[in-house]
């Protein structure tokens, strides 16, 4: 029995060029070409998206949450299933559910799920990101000064054993509490170390950027700022071509003045791409939340502890893309690379996801005109239908 399937009556974005009066082929979970509909093998399932636009699925590389789950509450499997089920509503086919500062423990056992939810092939699951505790109390942000601290031998063996075991694994780190020696082993294993929460100038971001620091944490949030003598942690991600940086499109984290001189500043081949920083919200009706025993509230999009401290983002991705497109005045496929190429790019899964040509992921979204969701598609199967 033939697995081919097309989708056809599509506008497609490939993650390169837009196809007009093509279809797209999958066999299984892979794509396997865009062609016209009368070139397709004899066999194949047809598949109408009735005009629509076809792109690739956004990947998301920190999300703490989804569907009224926190990963630090809920360190299993359902709990990640519950996550990246939440925000296939929106788009992503790939997510990095994200630990934010906790225990020793807490660590341990969402370690263990993330391994078991690769075993079950949770879809959408790409792999975790640890974000803390060896961050800087000074740039703290939302994380609880009482949970962090340096990072130990025991803590890198931690991180270690993740080497390998994930499609990608990312670990947040300030030089304040974390070492060039532990960063280099880190990167050298293949795990993705990423620069953030911390008060560093940009001659040490650089030293970490040498010893195989990848990406940045939230670029402009909690880190130095781009000064005119010191260029901060900010300048060190815009000037350092070799990192690259995700950034929080909300309108509440960064201004949109600052985003769009951010994007025509970034010195490449890094880019800048899109992270919602999401929490249990995401896909529910929650007004608020704990996060280590303290209240978060939820008004008009923005998600805050008691004295007005930003704590995550209340936003899915494709209204980041939609804010990205609208607000930043980005091409649409500008806007949809910052959601799916350039993250792939960041996490090394580029050879799999993140584009929509042979050989890839059948990762993909179906959008209106208007860019409203219609379908979400894993791996060659619908996940979620409008």
């Known amino acids: ?17 837009w196809y007009d009066d093509q279809t797209m082929l999958l066999d299984g979970g892979t794509v396997t070409g865009i062609l016209p509909e009368k070139d397709l093998p004899s066999g194949t399932t047809l598949i109408e998206a009735d005009g629509r636009l076809l792109v690739p699925g956004f990947i998301d590389l920190q999300v703490n949450g989804g569907g009224g789950v926190m990963l630090n509450h809920h360190q299993t499997v359902d709990g990640i299933r519950t996550i990246c089920a939440a ?56 994380h609880d000064p009482a949970l962090i601290r340096p990072m130990d031998s025991a803590d890198l063996d ?22 060039v020696d532990q960063v280099r082993a880190m990167a050298e294993a293949g795990l993705i170390v990423s620069i953030g929460h911390t008060d ?22 909690a880190m130095s700022p781009l000064g005119h003598r010191e ?45 919602t920083d999401a929490m249990s919200t995401i896909g529910s009706d929650q007004t608020g939340f704990l996060l280590n025993g303290r209240e978060i509230f939820r008004k008009d999009g ?35 690379r910052m959601a799916s190429a350039y993250p792939a790019d960041a996490a090394g899964v580029s050879t799999r996801k993140g584009r929509l040509i042979p050989g890839l992921d059948a990762d993909f979204v179906l959008l209106t005109k208007n860019l409203d969701m219609v379908s979400t598609w894993i791996g060659g199967q619908r996940v979620f239908q409008a």
């Open 158 to 179: 931690a991180m270690l054993i993740c080497a390998g075991v994930f499609d990608a694994m990312m670990v947040t780190v300030a030089p304040e509490n974390t070492t």
């Open 87 to 142: 925000h296939a509503k929106f788009g992503t086919t790939a997510v990095l559910p994200t630990l934010i500062t906790d225990t020793f423990e807490i660590r341990r056992k969402t370690i263990e799920a993330g391994i078991q939810a690769k075993a079950e092939g949770v879809p959408g699951f790409l792999g975790l990101h640890i974000e803390g505790p060896h961050l800087s109390v000074a740039r703290k942000g939302a």
């Open 1 to 17: 029995m033939s697995t081919r399937t097309a989708i056809t009556g599509a506008r497609i974005f490939d993650g390169q060029f």
């Open 200 to 221: 560093s100038g940009y001659a040490t971001v650089a030293a970490y950027a040498e010893a195989g620091a990848r990406t940045v944490t939230h670029l402009f949030n």
């Open 231 to 275: 260029p901060g942690v900010v300048g060190a991600a815009l000037d350092i071509g070799s990192l690259h940086a995700g950034l929080i499109v909300d309108g509440f984290h960064v201004d949109p003045v600052s985003m769009r001189l951010a994007l025509r500043a970034k010195n490449g081949p890094g880019r800048i791409f899109i992270v």
């Open 302 to 336: 923005r998600l805050t502890l008691a004295d007005g401290t930003l704590a995550g983002a209340d936003i899915d991705m494709l209204s980041s893309v939609r804010f990205a497109h609208e607000k930043l005045d980005l091409p649409l496929d500008e806007a949809i």
